[in-house]
């Protein structure tokens, strides 16, 4: 059965840093797409961070640019994102994602609904 675990979520300080990693488990996580997503209560799930297969491609969202790193261990068989200078606002649920197949396009980077496999999500909360 195919499944994503992340880890490394925390508390941490405004302008701290953390590293989120996800472990796929039962697929080779290189042959999918893959992306990390994260949502706070009340609002819509946003795309932080895209990875093509093969980790080709990668696409930020505006608001992370910059700060964010995503990254693949291919020998772990796991994603990473690397967040530095972190604000308050990046407090959320963060979630990983995998796809294959023709919804592997820039242009659904962040479409949640695209996503056929989802982490449980691992909380990350940014203090002042």
């Known amino acids: 059965q195919v499944q994503l675990v992340e880890s490394g979520g925390g508390s941490v300080q405004a302008g701290g840093s953390l590293n989120v990693s996800c472990s796929a488990s039962?697929?080779?996580?290189?042959?999918?797409?893959m992306a990390w997503f994260r949502q706070v209560p009340g609002k819509e799930r946003e795309g932080v961070a895209y990875n093509s297969v093969g980790g080709g491609t990668t696409v930020y969202a505006d608001s992370v640019e910059g700060r964010f790193t995503l990254s693949r261990d291919n020998s772990k068989n796991t994603l990473n994102l690397q967040m530095n200078s972190l604000l308050l606002e990046d407090t959320a649920m963060y979630y990983c994602?995998?796809?294959?197949?023709?919804?592997?396009?820039?242009?659904?980077?962040?479409?949640?609904?695209?996503?056929?496999?989802w982490g449980q999500g691992t909380q990350v909360t940014v203090s002042s």
């Open positions: 039962a697929f080779v996580l290189n042959w999918y797409c």
């Open positions: 994602a995998a796809k294959f197949g023709r919804d592997c396009s820039r242009d659904a980077a962040f479409i949640s609904r695209t996503y056929a496999h």
